[in-house]
């Protein structure tokens, strides 16, 4: 855990996997590849799946992987132009407790996504990446509002 004393560690942490996930989502936007295996059309009844697989369809998802670098920026500005010290036990029991939860929602989640892909894999992919949105976005978020309460 002394790890996580270093606010260094948790912008270089939040800026690698935002630039993997960013860098996913764009890359795959429109890939000719990528797109072939997505379904053609309005298979399901459902509005939501649906839209959601007209949106990466459409080439959307490069705009996710923009707002992930935007929010990853304003995380990374914010520790940068504020006070470098080591976190307290009070910040890192925050920072630990997070970590954790997050941890647990994603563990949480692989069932949920394993039945939702046995229910219909055809829509596998839009599964995965509602998922890796949802999940990253949210610790983006959390994040924000962690540095924010630190200033």
């Known amino acids: 855990m002394n790890l996580l004393k270093n606010p260094v ?3 270089l942490f939040i800026g690698f996997m935002s ?4 860098f996913l ?3 795959t936007s429109n890939h000719i590849e990528f797109l072939r295996l997505l379904p053609e059309g309005k298979t ?7 839209g959601w697989s007209d949106f990466i369809r459409a080439g959307n998802m490069k705009y996710i992987g923009y707002a992930i670098i ?5 995380i990374l500005l914010l520790m940068l132009f504020k006070r470098t010290k080591k976190y307290d036990e009070y910040q890192l029991s925050i920072l630990t407790k997070s970590l954790i939860i997050a941890g647990v929602l994603s563990i949480l ?5 394993m039945l939702l892909i046995l229910s219909d894999p055809s829509y596998t ?6 998922f890796a949105v949802v999940q990253w976005l949210g610790v983006l978020v959390a994040e924000i509002v962690y540095v924010i309460r630190r200033i």
């Open 9 to 11: 560690v948790n912008a």
């Open 19 to 22: 630039v993997i996930y960013s």
């Open 25 to 27: 989502f764009i890359f």
């Open 44 to 50: 399901l009844q459902s509005d939501f799946w649906n």
């Open 70 to 74: 935007i929010l990853t920026l304003i």
């Open 109 to 113: 989640m692989i069932p949920i996504i």
């Open 125 to 130: 992919i839009e599964t995965i990446f509602l």
